[in-house]
Each structure stands twice: as structure tokens, then as C-alpha cells.
């Protein structure tokens, strides 16, 4: 890999991260680091040695001093419209934490700003990349199930709401589903075409928006996706309800089944294909995180577009956008209208 210099925004936080898995990494130099928080900028600074000529606290200052060729992007997303157009006008590449941006409209003039700056736009969705959705991606590519008919996930989790998801709208469309949908859709292989949902929060959650749905995605590739997921499952009183990211699959085509889940391992019509041990070998946050980061380096230097490009995650911001309308409409919705 040719030497890359790195502008990291947004330290502390989901930013950590980068603390240790940049300097794994001999071929990137951080050539700087943002946040307007000093102790995010001292600890990050230390642990990344970056001088403190080169720690700021204003975007706009950061890229007048240094020289970068990509731009990490970690802060809140309310912030990523804004510091978008400081970024890719100023000529540095963009890999952003998910979601690109809080609405799909801020979403599409970003994508457009790369492509006029003809930038490369990432956004940090992992968990595609982890075995399990690597895996059956490729069964399913080579025709394991024959024609899929339907694929079923279903997914539990328990949470507390004392954080910031407390009083929005919809934590587990926001937090969780933007996860399951990207993946979903790179196994999948093909985009979601209607959607329809219906979202609701239990009473025990002590959260305000919907933490549990039920959601179908009639796809391209003419099956669909039966999405269950709730971050509101009683684990409390039955702790193997809790389940991984990658929750529990069933899929069911002319040809074959394959079903599993992280605990049990995954089966295509009863053989065992995907041990419990491989299922999560390096499959956490930050590991994958890593991997992510590379892919996008290379797609950077070779001049390819990358996986989780920034064109490629509005599907997964309009599927949940999709989902979201659908539940206050009660209606099936289109993703047409979402993706232009
Ligand atoms: N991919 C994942 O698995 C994953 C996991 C967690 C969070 N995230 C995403 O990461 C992003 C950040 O989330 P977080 O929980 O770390 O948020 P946070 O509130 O902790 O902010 C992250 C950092 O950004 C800094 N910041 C705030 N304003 C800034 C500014 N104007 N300029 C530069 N830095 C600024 C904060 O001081 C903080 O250090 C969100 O978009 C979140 O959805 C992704």
C-alpha cells in the first residue's frame, strides 16, 4: 500500500478507534486531528503521536495547515453536511461514520460534492464485511438455495435507554437497522423495491421511539427479506434471546435452506458450513472497522469505487427511511421516491 495521510475528525468517541488501529498500520501517517474537545485531542494525540502543532479544534483551520489525502469523519452527523463542504472541495478523499448524513437529501448533495470534486466517499459500515454476511453472500452469489424464495433475519437485543437514544424517534431503525439493512442488501445481492413496516416500543423500554419492528422488503431479485428485530427483547428474564449483530437467519430456495446464527453455527440443508468459532472469528466492531479502512485505501489508489461508497449507502439510508414512512403511513412505500 502506497503511504496515505490521514485527517481525523471527530477524535474522541467512536473515533477511538482509530487510535490503535491507525498505528498498526505502518503506511498511514495521520497528518492531523480535529475535535473541540481538548481531552479528546490530548488522548487521541498521544496515543496517535501527532504533535500538537497539528491537533486542532476547527475543521476549517486543520485543513488550512496540513496536508491529507483522506479524511476520517467521526463526529455527530449532524455535523457531516457542514464539514463535507470543507472537505471534498478542499481536495481530500472522505470516509465518514454511519449514516453519511441525517437526511437523504444532505446524503445526495454529498455524494454530488465527491463527484464534482471527483473524491472518493466512503461511509464506515463494518459489519458487511464480518464472516457471517461474507459467507452467505457467497453461497448464495453461487447458487447454493438455487432461487431464493424468502430470506428471514431476526434479530433481539436488550438495551438500557439512559443514552442519547432515549428520545429519538426511532433508535432501532437508526442504530441497528442501518446495520442489518446494509448488510442485508450485500447479501442479498439485489435492492429492496417496496417496503413495508410496522414499528412499535414496548412498554417496558423506558425509551420514547420504536425500538421493536416487523419489516418486509420485497427485493429486485424478486424474493423478499422478512426483517424482525427488536433492541427491547426481554434477555433479562431469558439471556438467549440475546443475540450478535448478525442475529438469526433462514433461507429458503428451490434448491436448498441454509439456517444458523452466531451460537448454533450455519447449515445449508443440515451440513454444518460455517462453524460457531468462524462465524465470529474477527468479526468485532473494530477489527472489521480495520478492514473497512483498507479496502478503502486500496479502492483510493487503484481508483475503484469502494463497497460502502457513498451512492451505494444511500440504499441503506432509504431503506430505512423507507421503513420509517412506512410505519407512520401504514402503507407499503416505494424506494423509487427515496433513491432518485
Ligand atoms: N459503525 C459503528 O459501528 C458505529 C458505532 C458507534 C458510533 N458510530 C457513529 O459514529 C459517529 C460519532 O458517534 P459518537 O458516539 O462517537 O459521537 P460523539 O458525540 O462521542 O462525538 C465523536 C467526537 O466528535 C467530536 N466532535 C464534536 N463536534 C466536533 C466538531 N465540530 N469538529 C470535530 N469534532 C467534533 C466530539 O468531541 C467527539 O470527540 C456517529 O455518526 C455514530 O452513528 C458508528
Redesign the pocket.
Known amino acids: 500500500m502506497d503511504r496515505i495521510r490521514v485527517l481525523i ?8 478507534n482509530w487510535w490503535t488501529l491507525l498505528p498498526e498500520r505502518p503506511w498511514v501517517e495521520v497528518a492531523g486531528l ?4 481538548q481531552e ?1 485531542l490530548d488522548k ?1 494525540g498521544d496515543a496517535l503521536r501527532v504533535p500538537a502543532s497539528r491537533r486542532f ?3 476549517a483551520a486543520a485543513l488550512g495547515s496540513v496536508t491529507a489525502d483522506l479524511a476520517v469523519h ?4 449532524k ?2 453536511a457542514e ?1 463535507a463542504r470543507l472537505i471534498l472541495p478542499h481536495g481530500l478523499h472522505l470516509l ?4 453519511l448524513a441525517e437526511t437523504l437529501a444532505d446524503a445526495r448533495q454529498i455524494i454530488s460534492l465527491a463527484k464534482t470534486h471527483r473524491r472518493t466517499l466512503a461511509v ?4 458487511r464485511y464480518g464472516p457471517v454476511p461474507r459467507t452467505l453472500g457467497r453461497m448464495l452469489r453461487d447458487g447454493a438455495v438455487g432461487q431464493i424464495d424468502h430470506l428471514d433475519f431476526e434479530f433481539h437485543q436488550r438495551r438500557t435507554y439512559t443514552d ?1 437514544l432515549k428520545d429519538v424517534p426511532s433508535p432501532l431503525l ?2 441497528s437497522s442501518v ?1 442489518h439493512f446494509d448488510f442485508l442488501r450485500s447479501v442479498a445481492g439485489c435492492e429492496p423495491e417496496r417496503v413495508f413496516c410496522d414499528a412499535w416500543n414496548p412498554a417496558w423500554t423506558g425509551a420514547t421511539g420504536e425500538t421493536s419492528a416487523t419489516t418486509i422488503l420485497k427485493m429486485t431479485g424478486g424474493f423478499r427479506i422478512n426483517y424482525r428485530a427488536s433492541r427491547a427483547g426481554r434477555a433479562d428474564l431469558d439471556p438467549s434471546l440475546s443475540i450478535g449483530w448478525y442475529g438469526r437467519w433462514f433461507v429458503e430456495g428451490t434448491e436448498g435452506v441454509i439456517r444458523g446464527s452466531e451460537k448454533e453455527g450455519y447449515f445449508l440443508n443440515g451440513q454444518m458450513m460455517l462453524s460457531p468459532e468462524a462465524a465470529v472469528k474477527d468479526a468485532g ?1 473494530h477489527p472489521l ?1 480495520g478492514v473497512l479502512f483498507d479496502d478503502v485505501c486500496c479502492a483510493i489508489q487503484e481508483g475503484r469505487t469502494p463497497e460502502t461508497s457513498g451512492e451505494d449507502n444511500l440504499w441503506t439510508m432509504a431503506t430505512c427511511q423507507a421503513a420509517y414512512e412506512s410505519y407512520h403511513q401504514e402503507r407499503w412505500v416505494a424506494m423509487k421516491g427515496f433513491v432518485g
Open positions: 475528525v471527530g477524535v474522541g468517541g467512536f473515533g477511538q480535529v475535535d473541540p474537545v479528546a487521541g479544534t476547527d475543521l467521526n463526529t455527530p452527523p455535523l457531516r464539514h465518514t461514520a454511519k449514516p464506515n459500515q463494518q459489519l442519547r437508526i442504530e446495520h466492531v472497522i
